[in-house]
Nanobody, 124 residues
Framework: QVQLVESGGGLVQAGFSLRLSCAPS????????MGWFRQAPGKEREFVGA????????LYADPVKGRFTISRANAKNTVNLQMNSLKPEDTAVYYC?????????????????WGQGTQVTVSS
């Protein structure tokens, strides 16, 4: 069974950057598409972005397009979420997830494995 562990969250001022990482334990994830979701207090979990198992295809939610970038290093068994120009509305718990779908997906119910999440707080 794949277990995913996120890291890199923290407190940052608006306009600054953070880089989140996701590393699985127990096995490699090179045959999974990987995604990032987030959940703000009092809100439903929402899609942030996803990357194909090869890294050649990515998908982003409109609120983060042009600011966030997903990358993966299969040799290092990690997936990263580079978040630039952060805004207070980006404040949330960020989750890494793994999917066996054919293409990157924005549907949470198509992800098989989830991490525990890492808190990102952006102050104004």
């Amino acid at each position: 069974q794949v277990q995913l562990v996120e890291s890199g969250g923290g407190l940052v001022q608006a306009g600054f950057s953070l880089r989140l990482s996701c590393a699985p334990s127990g096995r490699t994830f090179i045959d999974y598409n990987m995604g990032w979701f987030r959940q703000a207090p009092g809100k439903e979990r929402e899609f942030v972005g996803a990357i194909s198992l090869t890294g050649r295809s990515t998908l982003y939610a409109d609120p983060v397009k042009g600011r966030f970038t997903i990358s993966r290093a299969n040799a290092k068994n990690t997936v990263n979420l580079q978040m630039n120009s952060l805004k207070p509305e980006d404040t949330a718990v960020y989750y890494c997830a793994a999917s066996r779908t054919g293409l990157p997906t924005n549907k949470a119910n198509e992800y098989n494995y989830w991490g525990q999440g890492t808190q990102v707080t952006v102050s104004s």
